[in-house]
């Protein structure tokens, strides 16, 4: 059984998240795979990660695999604890006979309870807004507290984005255990108008909403330093309209929104300095079963 997810970056809302707020994610290549096959039931997980732990607690089907995580990249920021657990998630699903339709169909609300039980930490959970993203591909719109899940287009004829790394790593969970209590009201204003700008294809609002969020992360210290030198270096050219962190200090992964046709030029400039890692032309289907051979659990 081999089964793939894309990777996941929070364009808004990677802060909110964490107490219900609304968010927008995007789902593009390179792609995690989970190949499974009969085994001797050794883990490829970290026994203390929330994969590691759910194998554990599903030995009596997990004892008979063996299983190989594939990370077709050693960049931060992508997703890749979030897409151990949803493709270790739906594999166990899967050899319970539950379709990869029938998954996608629920409101993931069980393997989110899951996910926050095995990821048991001090300071603020995690939100498992990538698991959701990584489950359902493309750009994804998701608001916890409101029970809004919405998968949609990207929209913008003209307006693109690049995502490319800024080479360094930030643990998550370490930021997470010392964030403390903070004021997310203007934040949140924004990112509703960033999200409504983007609901109604209102490029220019979408692109001012954007840039404001990312000053007001800066302003609140959720902006790492060398993502702000990055960011003031790079904004400079008149082709990015708007340019922010993504994720825990934006110190992974940077989106630049960039007119479609000069993504090929801002893409070559980048890349001279950072590593690629996608575009708009690379958003990717969801959970998705490269081989339908499905390993049923044993009695």
Excluded at 104 to 122: A, P
Excluded at 181 to 201: F, G, P, Y
Excluded at 281 to 291: A, N, V
Aim: aromatic share 8%.
């Amino acid at each position: 059984m081999i089964l793939s997810c894309p990777s996941k970056t929070f364009l808004l809302g990677e802060y909110l998240v964490l107490n219900g707020g609304p968010s927008l994610l995007l789902g593009t290549e390179p792609r995690f795979e989970l190949r499974v096959q009969r085994g001797t039931g050794v883990s490829p997980f970290h026994p203390e990660s929330p994969a590691g732990k759910l194998w554990a607690r599903f030995a009596n089907i997990t004892g008979q695999w063996s299983a190989e995580f594939v990370n077709p990249s050693s960049l931060g920021g992508l997703g890749a604890s979030g897409a151990e657990f949803l493709l270790l998630y739906s594999a166990i699903k899967a050899s319970q006979a539950v379709s990869v339709e029938a998954q996608l169909e629920q409101d993931h609300s069980e393997m989110l309870q899951l996910y926050w039980e095995l990821s048991s930490q001090k300071g603020a959970r995690p939100s498992g807004a990538d698991l959701v993203a990584q489950a359902r591909g493309g750009v994804t719109l998701f608001e916890r507290s409101q029970g809004r899940l919405e998968s949609t287009s990207w929209g913008f004829p003209n307006l693109g984005f690049i995502l490319f790394s800024t080479g360094h790593k930030t643990p998550t969970h370490e930021h997470l255990q010392s964030l403390g209590e903070w004021d997310s009201s203007a934040l949140e204003n924004l990112t509703r108008q960033a999200l409504q700008a983007h609901r109604i294809k209102h490029e220019q609002n979408f692109v001012d909403s954007v840039r404001k969020v990312r000053e007001t992360l800066k302003f609140l210290g959720f902006e790492a330093p060398a993502t702000t030198k990055i960011i003031d270096e790079v904004g400079k050219a008149p082709s990015i309209r708007a340019i922010k962190g993504c994720g825990a200090l934006g110190a992974d992964v940077i989106c630049a929104l960039v007119d479609d046709k000069d993504i090929p030029r801002i893409s070559d400039l980048l890349s001279r300095k950072y590593t690629i890692i996608a575009n708009h032309h690379h958003l990717s289907e969801g959970l998705f079963f490269k081989s339908t051979h499905v390993l049923e659990a044993q009695p």
